[in-house]
């Protein structure tokens, strides 16, 4: 079996569960009890929270934790246009992003907000000057993934923070699930960040917005007591501190894993660049090397897909959370043709990927080809 849809989800770390098993068998009161039991549980909690923002290089305070990035990315949302909705109701984002931004904003159009999308250059990158364009005083938020799930595309965060220095009202959210562990993220750059732990060989259900201290939220879980007052519910101990052991290993490999997937990265695109009718959509100068995503022409994706399931390879055809058989909006958006849209497949890679993997996929990749054309 060869899996290549690391971007969808990633195998948790053995580590990763011993460590959720330890935690949870140690500390099963509720953090939020007033006794010796829940006072033990909240010390481990705090640990574990200290520890992630140490690895964050940011406070504590900062730290929401979320059931995962949809949630976050919800709660960035929905939170700051609720909180500062009468500053302004102009809202911008990009034709990139995963369906937990762009399902909030949506549903604050209906509330009467007002989203711009920017658009996006050939290479995949946020067209600047057109942002610059669809600024306004009245806009308070921006919303861009750090690297998009469907093309990989690392966006120039630093140069997005410049243009909006002049925008007081103006906070940026980063959806950064498919970054954090992969590539660096400089966290001064933005207000708000979006992290998830599954996709960085952690577990299911556990994810984080990371809100800088000056800025307020609404939430939108609302009860009893928690970690912090944004989002409610009984803390989570065995999964906060799991995600913590899975960003201390994610972290520590980030280097060597990330030149070991460029290498794949490179392999791959170098096999896939003999057939005249494979479009690689992923820039190679601007994409992250975890993700290809490549149409082909003339041939369905998804039938591309079952013939690479027939050799027992695992890829996928967009981002495993869109609606299948509609367009890749990405790619859309990029190259403006709606049969490459339609044509998508998605390559991803991880810190698991073998050379022999890489082999294989190539050899099946060229059999399924000459199969379906
Ligand atoms: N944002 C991006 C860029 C993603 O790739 C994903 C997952 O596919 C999500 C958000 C949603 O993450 P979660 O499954 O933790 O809700």
Redesign the pocket.
């Known amino acids: 079996m060869i899996y290549l849809d690391y971007?969808?989800d990633t195998p948790v770390r053995k580590e990763v569960l011993e460590r959720f098993n330890k935690v949870s068998e140690t500390y099963f009161a509720n953090p939020n009890a007033n006794h010796a039991l829940g006072k033990a549980a909240k010390a481990c909690i705090e640990e574990a929270t200290l520890k992630i923002a140490q690895q964050l290089k940011i406070k504590p305070e900062e730290l929401i934790f979320t059931?995962?990035?949809?949630?976050a990315?919800n709660l960035a949302i929905k939170g700051v246009a609720e909180q500062y909705g009468r500053k302004g109701k102009h809202i911008i984002t990009s034709y990139l992003e995963?369906s937990?931004?762009t399902g909030p904003l949506s549903y604050l159009q209906e509330k009467g907000f007002e989203v711009d999308f920017v658009q996006i250059m050939p290479d995949g990158r946020i067209n600047l000057e057109h942002l610059q364009e669809l600024l306004r005083p009245d806009t308070i938020l921006i919303s861009f993934?750090a690297?998009?799930?469907e093309l990989g595309v690392i966006q120039d965060l630093r140069a997005i923070r410049n243009l909006i220095k002049d925008y007081p009202n103006c906070l940026f959210h980063v959806?950064a699930?498919?970054a954090i562990g992969k590539i660096s993220v400089d966290l001064e750059l933005m207000d708000l960040m979006?992290f998830?732990a599954?996709?960085l060989y952690g577990i299911h259900g556990i994810?984080a917005l990371v809100k800088k201290e000056k800025i307020y939220l609404t939430p939108i879980v609302h009860g009893g007591l928690s970690t912090t007052p944004f989002r409610s519910g009984t803390p989570t101990l065995a999964l906060i501190d799991s995600m913590n052991t899975a960003l201390e290993f994610a972290l520590k490999e980030q280097e060597a894993c990330y030149e070991k997937v460029l290498d794949f990265n490179q392999q791959i695109r170098k096999a896939l660049s003999g057939y005249p009718e494979v479009y690689i959509n992923s820039d190679e100068k601007v994409a992250s090397p975890y993700i290809i995503n490549i149409s082909l022409k003339g041939i369905k994706a998804s039938e591309m897909q079952q013939k690479l399931e027939e050799r027992e390879i695992y890829v996928s055809t967009k981002?495993?959370?869109v609606t299948p058989n509609t367009p890749s909006r990405p790619v859309l958006a990029l190259s403006g043709d709606r049969k490459r849209a339609l044509s998508t497949l998605r390559i991803s890679l991880g810190h698991l990927t073998t050379q022999e993997e890489i082999h294989c996929f190539i050899e099946a990749f060229d059999a399924s080809y000459k199969e379906l054309k």
């Open positions: 971007a969808a059931s995962g990035a949809t949630e990315n995963h937990s931004v993934a690297v998009d799930s959806d699930t498919q979006t998830t599954h996709k994810g981002s495993a959370c």
